[in-house]
T-cell receptor
Framework: DAGITQSPRHKVTETGTPVTLRCHQTENHRYMYWYRQDPGHGLRLIHYSYGVKDTDKGEVSDGYSVSRSKTEDFLLTLESATSSQTSVYFC?????????????FGEGSRLTVL | GQQVMQIPQYQHVQEGEDFTTYCNSSTTLSNIQWYKQRPGGHPVFLIQLVKSGEVKKQKRLTFQFGEAKKNSSLHITATQTTDVGTYFCAGTGNQFYFGTGTSLTVIP
């Protein structure tokens, strides 16, 4: 498996609190992605990064921000968590961008917002 | 935005029966990829199709890319219990656009 670790793997928090999920890779891949997975919706792209300090929005970016200060780390922040953000979050990396190259996924972070 | 639809959402089959999932895009895709996610796991890459009309096989799995590069299918021959999971297609334009997935249950 590709060297991707997500933390925390599980988190329960309350509405209105900030939450940060971390994705760490050891593959030196340029492209990193954050997806959320919900029943009936498949995997939806939140934000992605194509290099250090280079990020862009995905299809469901409202309420989320990201940062990438180092190649190996991609952080996803929920500024003020809401119950609708209860989900499983997956980080993915790819050596090729623009939809090329395979995606390698992390193990996922299960977030519950009460 | 680009949409990738996948059907069926769920499929229950007896072990040994065949299984097919279909993926349709509203726009022409550059490539299409297929992923498998075991229950409780993360998606794992299976294959990528690039050419119009392309067909690829992996043992009991057959993948097809439509002539217009707007649809694709995954066919599993003689399913086994190890095939259980959710199968996702991902159309690629400038990014990866995932279908909603097909959850396969194999009844022994």
């Amino acid at each position: 498996d590709a060297g991707i670790t997500q933390s925390p793997r599980h988190k329960v928090t309350e509405t209105g609190t900030p939450v940060t999920l971390r994705c760490h890779q050891t593959e030196n891949h340029r492209y990193m992605y954050w997806y959320r997975q919900d029943p009936g919706h498949g995997l939806r792209l939140i934000h992605y990064s194509y290099g250090v300090k280079d990020t862009d929005k995905g299809e469901v970016s409202d309420g989320y921000s990201v940062s990438r200060s180092k190649t190996e780390d991609f952080l996803l922040t929920l500024e003020s968590a809401t119950s609708s953000q209860t989900s499983v979050y997956f980080c993915a990396i790819s050596g090729g961008g623009g939809g090329t190259g395979e995606l390698f996924f992390g193990e996922g972070s299960r977030l519950t917002v009460l | 935005g680009q949409q990738v639809m996948q059907i069926p959402q769920y499929q229950h089959v007896q072990e040994g029966e065949d299984f097919t999932t279909y993926c349709n895009s509203s726009t022409t895709l550059s490539n299409i990829q297929w992923y498998k996610q075991r229950p409780g796991g993360h998606p794992v890459f299976l294959i990528q199709l690039v050419k119009s009309g392309e067909v690829k096989k992996q043992k009991r799995l057959t993948f097809q890319f439509g002539e217009a590069k707007k649809n694709s299918s995954l066919h599993i021959t003689a399913t086994q219990t190890t095939d259980v999971g959710t199968y996702f297609c991902a159309g690629t334009g400038n990014q990866f656009y995932f279908g909603t997935g097909t959850s396969l249950t194999v009844i022994p």
